[in-house]
């Protein structure tokens, strides 16, 4: 049984139809890469799975109970966290709070607090800035901000959406580094990017959206190494094998 199985989801924006009998899956333990140029669905199938939009048509499962259309509250108490593009921080809270926030729909406080500080010692920036206002920070903070809140819900399956927008190359990489960090822990994640060579050096497998629908699937290396993929979404039709588009993509900072 997947973790989430969405099935000829249809949905979109008033009387305008965004998704197209969309289909997809995130196994446990999965990381999965939502690709695609602007407006083909990648931030839709997120609102979408996370209640932001209704579903108009077709089915979500997640831990093999249908999901649809229920509230985000609803969905977040059960697992699904979604971390939206444009950061969207409380910015006018401090640091501490906004972590406090990610986990409002928990009432074992105690732990709640020990996770605060466990983000803290995760991630040092946030650690340094606790009590200043979150607006104040770079957009990189802010980012690596909504991740950490994200995660203070404790989540099962945790959504991404644009992680790299706005950010400067240095944060970019800062970012997609915490998203590596997270694989390797066995978090389940939906990554929508359009960086795709960083998207696909982190995840185990993507979906290539177009229009609604699911064009092109599979393994990340598989990809990597279709003639079509790398000249349509690498702008080559060839390049370096995958480990060195890998270590291209998650170069560590000197």
Not at 153 to 171: I, N, Q
């Amino acid at each position: 049984m997947s973790l989430l199985d969405a099935r000829n989801v249809i949905c979109g924006y008033g009387h305008r139809m965004v998704l197209d009998s969309m289909s997809v899956n995130v196994e446990a333990g999965e990381g999965v890469s939502l690709l695609g140029h602007n407006g083909t669905g990648k931030s839709t199938l997120i609102r979408a799975i996370s209640g932001v939009i209704p579903v108009k048509s077709g089915e979500i499962l997640f831990e093999g109970k249908p999901v649809a259309n229920l509230t985000p509250d609803a969905l977040v108490k059960r697992g699904i966290v979604h971390v939206p593009a444009g950061r969207r921080i409380f910015p006018n809270m401090s640091v501490e709070h906004n972590l406090e926030a990610g986990a409002f729909t928990r009432t074992d406080r105690q732990e709640v607090w020990r996770d605060i500080e466990a983000m803290m010692e995760r991630f040092p920036i946030l650690g340094e800035r606790r009590g200043s206002a979150a607006g104040l920070l770079s957009g990189g903070e802010q980012q690596v901000l909504a991740v950490a809140r994200g995660l203070m819900a404790r989540p099962k399956l945790l959504m991404v959406d644009e992680p790299s927008l706005g950010l400067s190359p240095t944060m970019v990489q800062f970012v997609f580094g915490i998203l590596a960090e997270l694989r390797k822990d066995g978090t389940s994640v939906v990554l929508a990017e359009q960086n795709v060579r960083k998207a696909l050096a982190v995840t185990d497998r993507a979906y290539v959206l177009a229009q609604g629908r699911v064009i092109m699937e599979g393994p990340s290396e598989s990809l990597l190494s279709s003639e079509a993929f790398r000249e349509d979404y690498l702008g080559a039709k060839r390049g370096g094998s995958f480990g060195e588009l890998v270590e291209e993509a998650l170069d560590t900072q000197s």
